[in-house]
């Protein structure tokens, strides 16, 4: 960035704009289209386009390892497996998944 601005103040900028580009990133926005935004607002383009590189690699990093949906694929397993005991001890129909 071409203008120098008060250390706290810059880390807030920084943050502020890292969530920017995440979100244009979440919604499917082309990585070097969001650069090239950065690049028009003064930004050097390596910096920019590594900035944008290092979001959305920390992205892919945190979708891996929290695995998010998987997460939600075996709550719905897990509830669905509950739901089925519930109803065959209701209903006392002769099968039980364990």
């Given at each position: 960035m071409n203008q120098e601005l008060p250390p706290g103040q810059e880390s807030d900028e920084i943050q502020g704009l890292a969530e920017v580009v995440a979100k244009s990133l979440a919604e499917g926005e082309d990585p070097q289209s969001i650069s090239q935004k950065l690049v028009?607002?003064?930004?050097?383009?390596?910096?920019?386009?590594g900035f944008v590189g290092s979001i959305e690699h920390h992205m892919m990093e945190a979708q891996h390892a929290g695995g998010g949906s998987e997460v939600q694929g075996?709550?719905?397993?897990?509830?669905?497996?509950?739901?089925?005991n519930l109803l065959s001890w209701m209903f006392n129909w002769g099968f039980w998944i364990y």
């Open positions: 028009d607002s003064g930004w050097d383009p390596d910096e920019a386009a075996w709550m719905i397993w897990g509830g669905g497996l509950i739901v089925i």
